[in-house]
Protein backbone atom coordinates (compact mmCIF):
# COMPACT_ATOMS: atom_id res chain seq x y z
CA UNK A 1 0.00 0.00 0.00
CA UNK A 2 3.10 2.49 0.56
CA UNK A 3 4.48 1.97 -1.95
CA UNK A 4 1.01 2.48 -4.30
CA UNK A 5 0.99 6.32 -2.05
CA UNK A 6 4.67 6.89 -2.87
CA UNK A 7 3.81 6.31 -6.52
CA UNK A 8 0.53 8.47 -6.63
CA UNK A 9 2.70 11.09 -4.78
CA UNK A 10 5.17 10.98 -7.07
CA UNK A 11 2.41 11.06 -10.19
CA UNK A 12 0.99 14.35 -8.51
CA UNK A 13 4.63 15.61 -7.74
CA UNK A 14 5.51 15.60 -11.49
CA UNK A 15 2.14 17.34 -12.74
CA UNK A 16 2.56 19.96 -10.39
CA UNK A 17 6.13 20.53 -11.65
CA UNK A 18 5.06 20.55 -15.23
CA UNK A 19 2.06 22.61 -14.03
CA UNK A 20 4.28 25.32 -12.66
CA UNK A 21 6.42 25.22 -15.32
CA UNK A 22 3.80 26.17 -17.91
CA UNK A 23 2.35 28.62 -16.37
CA UNK A 24 5.92 30.18 -15.50
CA UNK A 25 6.71 30.26 -19.40
CA UNK A 26 3.00 31.65 -20.29
CA UNK A 27 3.54 34.61 -17.42
CA UNK A 28 7.20 35.00 -18.49
CA UNK A 29 6.43 35.26 -22.66
CA UNK A 30 3.33 36.69 -22.91
CA UNK A 31 2.20 38.92 -19.31
CA UNK A 32 5.61 40.83 -18.66
CA UNK A 33 5.08 44.48 -20.67
CA UNK A 34 9.08 44.15 -22.38
CA UNK A 35 9.74 48.32 -24.49
CA UNK A 36 12.17 46.22 -26.72
CA UNK A 37 9.54 44.04 -27.93
CA UNK A 38 5.84 45.81 -26.31
CA UNK A 39 4.19 43.48 -29.07
CA UNK A 40 4.89 40.49 -26.93
CA UNK A 41 2.60 41.33 -24.44
CA UNK A 42 -0.65 39.70 -24.56
CA UNK A 43 -3.50 41.14 -22.31
CA UNK A 44 -5.78 38.26 -22.70
CA UNK A 45 -3.98 34.38 -24.01
CA UNK A 46 -1.86 34.33 -20.89
CA UNK A 47 -1.57 32.64 -17.77
CA UNK A 48 -4.76 34.20 -16.66
CA UNK A 49 -6.46 32.51 -20.00
CA UNK A 50 -5.11 28.93 -19.92
CA UNK A 51 -5.56 28.94 -15.72
CA UNK A 52 -9.37 29.71 -16.83
CA UNK A 53 -9.84 27.12 -19.18
CA UNK A 54 -7.95 24.24 -17.27
CA UNK A 55 -10.92 25.64 -14.72
CA UNK A 56 -13.71 24.81 -17.21
CA UNK A 57 -12.03 21.88 -18.59
CA UNK A 58 -12.11 19.76 -15.41
CA UNK A 59 -15.99 21.43 -14.82
CA UNK A 60 -17.02 19.70 -18.00
CA UNK A 61 -15.06 16.33 -18.21
CA UNK A 62 -16.35 15.59 -14.43
CA UNK A 63 -20.01 16.74 -15.94
CA UNK A 64 -20.06 14.61 -17.97
CA UNK A 65 -18.29 11.09 -16.45
CA UNK A 66 -14.65 11.37 -18.22
CA UNK A 67 -12.19 9.84 -16.40
CA UNK A 68 -8.97 10.93 -16.68
CA UNK A 69 -8.91 14.59 -15.10
CA UNK A 70 -5.20 15.05 -15.41
CA UNK A 71 -5.00 14.62 -18.95
CA UNK A 72 -7.70 17.18 -19.40
CA UNK A 73 -5.97 19.67 -17.33
CA UNK A 74 -2.32 18.69 -18.75
CA UNK A 75 -4.17 19.58 -22.43
CA UNK A 76 -5.94 22.51 -21.03
CA UNK A 77 -2.49 24.00 -19.56
CA UNK A 78 -0.75 23.32 -22.81
CA UNK A 79 -2.99 24.47 -25.51
CA UNK A 80 -2.24 28.39 -25.54
CA UNK A 81 1.51 27.99 -25.23
CA UNK A 82 2.72 29.08 -28.55
CA UNK A 83 1.53 32.49 -29.48
CA UNK A 84 2.93 33.23 -32.74
CA UNK A 85 1.22 36.19 -35.15
CA UNK A 86 2.18 38.62 -37.73
CA UNK A 87 1.79 42.41 -37.13
CA UNK A 88 -0.83 43.31 -40.25
CA UNK A 89 -1.65 46.98 -41.41
CA UNK A 90 -5.70 47.05 -41.52
CA UNK A 91 -7.16 49.46 -43.47
CA UNK A 92 -6.11 52.64 -40.65
CA UNK A 93 -5.22 50.49 -37.59
CA UNK A 94 -2.03 47.60 -36.97
CA UNK A 95 -3.40 44.74 -35.70
CA UNK A 96 -2.04 41.76 -34.28
CA UNK A 97 -2.86 38.45 -36.83
CA UNK A 98 -2.42 35.59 -34.79
CA UNK A 99 -1.07 32.36 -36.33
CA UNK A 100 -4.44 30.29 -35.67
CA UNK A 101 -3.81 26.34 -37.03
CA UNK A 102 0.25 26.77 -36.50
CA UNK A 103 -0.23 27.72 -32.89
CA UNK A 104 -2.60 24.97 -32.00
CA UNK A 105 0.06 22.44 -34.29
CA UNK A 106 2.93 23.73 -31.95
CA UNK A 107 1.90 23.64 -29.19
CA UNK A 108 0.49 19.87 -28.85
CA UNK A 109 4.15 19.18 -30.75
CA UNK A 110 5.51 20.90 -27.50
CA UNK A 111 3.11 18.70 -25.09
CA UNK A 112 4.37 15.35 -26.77
CA UNK A 113 7.75 16.12 -25.64
CA UNK A 114 6.56 15.97 -22.05
CA UNK A 115 4.34 13.15 -23.15
CA UNK A 116 7.62 11.15 -23.93
CA UNK A 117 9.27 12.12 -20.89
CA UNK A 118 6.78 11.65 -18.58
CA UNK A 119 3.49 10.24 -19.48
CA UNK A 120 4.44 7.25 -21.56
CA UNK A 121 1.09 5.84 -20.72
CA UNK A 122 -0.63 8.36 -22.70
CA UNK A 123 1.31 7.20 -26.20
CA UNK A 124 -1.50 5.36 -27.52
CA UNK A 125 -3.62 8.31 -27.18
CA UNK A 126 -1.68 10.59 -28.98
CA UNK A 127 -4.57 10.90 -31.65
CA UNK A 128 -6.79 12.44 -29.28
CA UNK A 129 -4.86 14.11 -27.86
CA UNK A 130 -3.92 15.72 -31.26
CA UNK A 131 -7.26 16.21 -32.07
CA UNK A 132 -8.45 17.92 -28.62
CA UNK A 133 -5.90 20.39 -29.55
CA UNK A 134 -6.90 21.00 -33.27
CA UNK A 135 -10.43 21.43 -31.79
CA UNK A 136 -9.39 24.64 -30.52
CA UNK A 137 -8.61 26.22 -33.90
CA UNK A 138 -10.78 29.02 -34.35
CA UNK A 139 -12.46 30.25 -37.56
CA UNK A 140 -14.79 33.16 -38.17
CA UNK A 141 -17.27 33.73 -40.49
CA UNK A 142 -19.91 36.52 -40.44
CA UNK A 143 -19.36 37.44 -36.82
CA UNK A 144 -19.41 34.02 -35.66
CA UNK A 145 -16.04 32.06 -34.17
CA UNK A 146 -16.38 28.63 -34.64
CA UNK A 147 -14.02 25.29 -34.20
CA UNK A 148 -14.53 23.40 -37.92
CA UNK A 149 -12.53 20.35 -36.33
CA UNK A 150 -14.77 19.44 -33.86
CA UNK A 151 -17.11 17.18 -35.41
CA UNK A 152 -20.21 14.50 -33.46
CA UNK A 153 -17.39 12.26 -34.00
CA UNK A 154 -14.75 13.83 -31.94
CA UNK A 155 -13.76 12.17 -29.04
CA UNK A 156 -14.68 13.38 -25.75
CA UNK A 157 -11.17 14.60 -24.81
CA UNK A 158 -11.77 17.33 -27.95
CA UNK A 159 -15.09 18.57 -27.04
CA UNK A 160 -14.00 18.90 -23.55
CA UNK A 161 -10.71 21.29 -24.38
CA UNK A 162 -12.95 22.89 -27.65
CA UNK A 163 -16.08 23.43 -25.22
CA UNK A 164 -13.40 24.97 -22.41
CA UNK A 165 -11.93 26.92 -24.44
CA UNK A 166 -14.73 29.18 -25.92
CA UNK A 167 -16.77 28.54 -23.09
CA UNK A 168 -16.49 31.47 -21.35
CA UNK A 169 -19.77 33.51 -23.04
CA UNK A 170 -21.70 30.69 -20.63
CA UNK A 171 -19.65 29.52 -17.97
CA UNK A 172 -18.12 32.80 -16.63
CA UNK A 173 -19.85 35.76 -14.61
CA UNK A 174 -20.57 39.14 -16.88
CA UNK A 175 -17.67 40.46 -15.17
CA UNK A 176 -15.21 38.01 -16.32
CA UNK A 177 -16.83 38.04 -19.70
CA UNK A 178 -16.65 41.68 -20.44
CA UNK A 179 -12.97 41.74 -18.98
CA UNK A 180 -12.08 38.98 -21.10
CA UNK A 181 -13.06 40.61 -24.33
CA UNK A 182 -11.73 43.99 -23.54
CA UNK A 183 -8.51 42.33 -23.22
CA UNK A 184 -8.68 40.70 -26.47
CA UNK A 185 -9.19 44.09 -28.12
CA UNK A 186 -6.26 45.31 -26.46
CA UNK A 187 -4.39 42.16 -27.29
CA UNK A 188 -5.25 43.16 -31.65
CA UNK A 189 -5.47 46.53 -32.05
CA UNK A 190 -1.18 47.04 -31.36
CA UNK A 191 -1.51 51.44 -32.61
CA UNK A 192 -2.25 51.83 -29.04
CA UNK A 193 0.52 49.58 -26.97
CA UNK A 194 2.63 52.75 -25.12
CA UNK A 195 1.56 55.09 -27.67
CA UNK A 196 1.29 59.09 -27.32
CA UNK A 197 -2.08 60.04 -26.97
CA UNK A 198 -1.68 63.09 -28.93
CA UNK A 199 0.26 61.74 -31.73
CA UNK A 200 -3.06 60.19 -33.44
CA UNK A 201 -5.01 62.86 -35.44
CA UNK A 202 -8.84 63.09 -35.03
CA UNK A 203 -9.63 60.75 -38.27
CA UNK A 204 -7.82 58.00 -36.24
CA UNK A 205 -9.18 58.33 -32.80
CA UNK A 206 -12.86 58.78 -34.41
CA UNK A 207 -12.19 55.38 -36.29
CA UNK A 208 -10.64 53.54 -33.60
CA UNK A 209 -14.03 54.42 -31.03
CA UNK A 210 -15.74 52.99 -33.63
CA UNK A 211 -14.22 50.33 -33.73
CA UNK A 212 -14.57 50.00 -30.41
CA UNK A 213 -18.57 50.05 -30.32
CA UNK A 214 -18.46 47.27 -32.76
CA UNK A 215 -17.06 45.08 -31.15
CA UNK A 216 -19.46 45.74 -28.11
CA UNK A 217 -21.51 44.44 -30.81
CA UNK A 218 -19.58 41.83 -31.97
CA UNK A 219 -19.66 40.65 -28.07
CA UNK A 220 -23.27 40.29 -28.02
CA UNK A 221 -23.28 38.20 -31.74
CA UNK A 222 -20.43 35.77 -30.00
CA UNK A 223 -22.94 34.92 -27.23
CA UNK A 224 -25.85 34.51 -29.32
CA UNK A 225 -23.83 32.32 -31.66
CA UNK A 226 -22.20 29.99 -28.91
CA UNK A 227 -25.29 29.68 -27.23
CA UNK A 228 -26.93 28.71 -30.45
CA UNK A 229 -23.73 26.03 -30.79
CA UNK A 230 -23.51 24.85 -27.72
CA UNK A 231 -26.99 23.67 -27.67
CA UNK A 232 -26.19 21.52 -31.11
CA UNK A 233 -23.03 20.18 -29.14
CA UNK A 234 -24.43 19.11 -26.33
CA UNK A 235 -26.94 16.91 -28.78
CA UNK A 236 -24.76 13.57 -28.24
CA UNK A 237 -24.99 13.40 -25.03
CA UNK A 238 -28.33 11.64 -22.73
CA UNK A 239 -30.68 13.61 -20.93
CA UNK A 240 -29.02 14.15 -17.51
CA UNK A 241 -25.63 14.80 -18.84
CA UNK A 242 -27.65 17.62 -21.64
CA UNK A 243 -29.03 19.40 -18.16
CA UNK A 244 -25.95 18.92 -16.05
CA UNK A 245 -24.19 20.77 -18.86
CA UNK A 246 -26.94 23.30 -19.36
CA UNK A 247 -26.42 24.20 -15.72
CA UNK A 248 -23.10 24.81 -16.01
CA UNK A 249 -23.04 26.92 -19.69
CA UNK A 250 -25.74 28.94 -17.54
CA UNK A 251 -24.61 32.31 -17.56
CA UNK A 252 -25.12 32.59 -21.54
CA UNK A 253 -28.66 35.01 -21.02
CA UNK A 254 -26.78 37.20 -17.77
CA UNK A 255 -23.59 38.09 -19.72
CA UNK A 256 -26.21 38.84 -22.83
CA UNK A 257 -28.05 41.30 -20.49
CA UNK A 258 -25.05 42.73 -19.20
CA UNK A 259 -23.16 43.28 -22.63
CA UNK A 260 -25.99 45.51 -24.08
CA UNK A 261 -25.91 47.13 -20.63
CA UNK A 262 -22.09 47.92 -21.40
CA UNK A 263 -22.83 48.93 -24.95
CA UNK A 264 -25.90 51.58 -24.20
CA UNK A 265 -23.28 52.76 -21.43
CA UNK A 266 -20.50 53.23 -23.99
CA UNK A 267 -22.83 55.17 -26.23
CA UNK A 268 -23.74 57.03 -23.54
CA UNK A 269 -20.13 58.23 -23.02
CA UNK A 270 -19.27 58.25 -26.58
CA UNK A 271 -22.00 60.34 -27.81
CA UNK A 272 -21.76 62.50 -30.63
CA UNK A 273 -18.09 62.14 -31.17
CA UNK A 274 -18.22 62.33 -34.82
CA UNK A 275 -18.66 65.97 -34.53
CA UNK A 276 -16.55 67.00 -31.55
CA UNK A 277 -14.42 68.94 -31.27
CA UNK A 278 -10.63 68.06 -30.92
CA UNK A 279 -10.43 68.75 -26.75
CA UNK A 280 -13.60 67.01 -26.59
CA UNK A 281 -12.35 64.43 -28.95
CA UNK A 282 -9.34 63.64 -27.22
CA UNK A 283 -11.36 63.54 -23.76
CA UNK A 284 -14.25 60.99 -25.24
CA UNK A 285 -11.05 59.35 -26.12
CA UNK A 286 -9.61 58.87 -23.01
CA UNK A 287 -12.97 57.70 -21.54
CA UNK A 288 -13.51 55.27 -24.00
CA UNK A 289 -9.90 54.14 -23.24
CA UNK A 290 -10.75 53.70 -19.68
CA UNK A 291 -13.62 51.78 -20.62
CA UNK A 292 -11.97 49.20 -22.02
CA UNK A 293 -9.26 49.04 -19.40
CA UNK A 294 -5.98 50.64 -21.03
CA UNK A 295 -4.57 53.78 -18.72
CA UNK A 296 -3.66 56.86 -19.85
CA UNK A 297 -0.42 57.89 -18.14
CA UNK A 298 1.59 61.46 -18.58
CA UNK A 299 0.10 61.34 -22.16
CA UNK A 300 1.07 57.38 -22.96
CA UNK A 301 -1.51 54.82 -23.55
CA UNK A 302 -0.80 51.80 -21.39
CA UNK A 303 -2.52 48.62 -22.45
CA UNK A 304 -1.89 46.32 -19.03
Known amino acids: MRCLENKEKDRNNVFDKIRQE ?3 VLEDEYQRWNKENKYNYLPFHNKLHTVRVERRAVQIAKCIGYEDIEL ?19 GMFLKRSRKTGYNEEESFNIFIEYIKQYYGEYSDKIDKIKSAFLATIPSFEQGHVLQKNLTPKSPLLARILAMADLGSAGMESAEVFFSEGCALFREEYLDLYGADIDGFDDEFIRAMIGSMHNWLKGQISFINSRKEIFEEDIKIFDYVIKGELTKLFSNFDANLEYISGKKKEFESLIGNYQNQTRRDLKNTFEQALKFFGYRVLEGYIVSF
Open 22 to 24: VLA
Open 72 to 90: VRLCALFHDIVQDYEVKQC
